[in-house]
């Protein structure tokens, strides 16, 4: 079965850079979408970054210039790249895939993992 295992986070001061892994296993990685989601305290979960299984990335207007979606095939690993952090990039991270799903609408994608949490100071 498809398996989503999350790493990489933790504790940053604001203007700090993280970067979140995704090892994903179960199926053939490289005809998947897979995203990037977030989800705060209190707030809904949302979309940060998806890379369909052709390369075209998109972002959430917050991230864009800061982030970073990427993957290694090879490895069926997921990467965010996460610089010039902020006080409201704190969340739960998840990463996400699906077969057919490629937008940052977290409702169309089929398969989650557990989360890593990113927390930034200021």
């Known amino acids: 079965q498809v398996q989503l295992v999350e790493s990489g986070g933790g504790s940053v001061q604001a203007g700090g850079s993280l970067r979140l892994s995704c090892a994903a296993s179960?199926?053939?990685?490289?005809?998947?979408?897979m995203g990037w989601f977030r989800q705060a305290p209190g707030k809904e979960r949302e979309g940060v970054a998806a890379?369909?299984?052709?390369?075209?990335?998109r972002y959430a207007d917050s991230v864009k210039g800061r982030f970073t979606i990427s993957q290694d095939n090879a490895k069926n690993t997921l990467y965010l790249q996460m610089n010039s952090l902020k006080p409201e990039d704190t969340a739960m991270y998840y990463c996400?895939?699906?077969?057919?799903?490629?937008?940052?609408?977290?409702?169309?994608?089929?398969?989650w993992g557990q989360g890593t949490q990113v927390t930034v100071s200021s």
């Open positions: 996400a895939a699906d077969r057919w799903e490629c937008s940052l609408v977290a409702g169309g994608f089929a398969y």
């Open positions: 179960g199926y053939t990685y490289s005809t998947y979408c």
């Open positions: 890379i369909d299984s052709d390369g075209s990335t």
